[in-house]
């Protein structure tokens, strides 16, 4: 399961440029602070090889199984 | 609320949560070297009460500072490992970690550096190298590429880089590696292993820095500096076979020295214990 901190994520769009499934992409949504949010649009695609966690600068994606 | 907004597992174990988000750009390399290190010290298992983290002046002196739970000393610029000296000696059985950027270790601390690696003394420096001094501004630092323009290079900087992961494994530190933080999961490997070996271990690790060091190059996005690692890096078992030409340009990644030497503060001990002997004899 993908798990996005709305609160913590800048929008540097590490995730969504790296995941090798392209499981993760930009979306229309802006948190607090104004920064455009990543989205999980393909979850069944997702392999859990947890590169978008470990990427992440904010520490605002956890990968966990269901 | 504080509760829910972290939920990270070893976040909640090694941070002090009330202060993320976190203090860099978005986008930022430290930011991932935060995360990487984390991970680390998590499947390390390592209580946060026996770590002391030693910072200097910089972005990525902001890494530990703030944000891990262990004792902190956010000391004076370039002056890190000079104070991680001091408490290793004092206090042996703490784990001493000092992270710190490009500036601060290769730049103002360049000769506690090779001093420290040649005593070889049981600390680990993670030296975060952003190839600018990205804090005031981006200005040329010794790690910046030769050719490229800074904030102090308008023209391109006309001074070669330094190789400070060569430098280390040259003055007799017992690990050296360098990895990228494309390279998330080598790196998180090459930290356990630094933080295991005993002796003086070094892990540089190339991080993007997409506002102070991006406005120069044109590379505004965190991922154009992480494709730019994957493109330019090269194996140090493929780097060996190359010549110096091919190499120009290119970041040559993985572990570069592994040795076992004799460490200082056990060796200090010693000669202690025996001058305490015969002086009581």
Not at chain 2, 30 to 47: M, R, S, Y
Request: charged fraction near 25%; proline fraction near 5%.
């Amino acid at each position: 399961m993908i798990t996005i901190n709305e609160e913590l994520c800048k929008g540097c769009e590490i995730c969504t440029d790296f995941c090798p499934k392209k499981v993760l992409a930009s979306s229309n949504t802006i948190n607090k602070k104004g920064y455009y949010l990543p989205a999980a649009t393909h979850k069944d695609k997702c392999t859990g090889c947890r590169l978008c966690e470990l990427m992440c600068p904010e520490l605002a994606i956890l990968i966990s199984k269901e | 609320m504080k509760e829910d907004k972290i939920f990270h597992p070893r976040a909640n174990k090694y941070l002090r949560t009330e202060m993320l988000p976190t203090a860099f750009c978005p986008g930022c390399g430290c930011g991932t070297v935060l995360n990487g290190f984390l991970q680390a010290l998590d499947e390390l298992k390592l209580d946060p009460k026996e770590l002391v983290f030693v910072t200097g002046i910089g972005c990525s002196s902001w890494i530990p500072s703030p944000y891990f739970k262990g004792d902190t000393l956010h000391t004076t610029h370039g002056r890190p490992i000079a104070f991680a000296t001091g408490v290793k000696v004092m206090k042996p059985d703490m784990k001493v970690i000092v992270i710190a950027g490009d500036g601060d270790i290769a730049g103002i601390g360049g000769n506690h550096l090779i001093h420290a690696a040649r005593r070889n003394i049981d600390i680990s420096v993670f030296m975060v190298n952003n190839w600018n001094y990205g804090m005031t501004g981006g200005q040329v630092s010794p790690t910046t590429p030769f050719g490229v323009r800074t904030g102090t290079t308008p023209y391109g900087s006309a001074e070669h880089q330094l190789e400070a992961a060569e430098v280390v494994a040259a003055a007799g530190a017992n690990y050296v590696a360098r990895w990228t933080t494309y390279h998330v999961f080598p790196m998180v490997k090459a930290m356990q292993e630094a933080l295991r070996v005993k002796g003086f271990s070094f892990v540089e690790i190339i991080a993007q820095c997409p506002v102070s060091y991006g406005k120069m190059v044109k590379m505004r996005r965190g991922s154009d500096f992480l494709k730019l690692y994957k493109e330019k890096s090269v194996k140090v078992e493929k780097a060996r076979q190359m010549s110096d030409e091919e190499l120009e340009g290119k970041i040559v990644v993985g572990k570069l020295k592994e040795r076992k030497r004799t460490e200082f503060v056990s060796t200090l001990r010693q000669i202690n214990e025996r001058f305490r002997q015969e002086l009581a004899n």
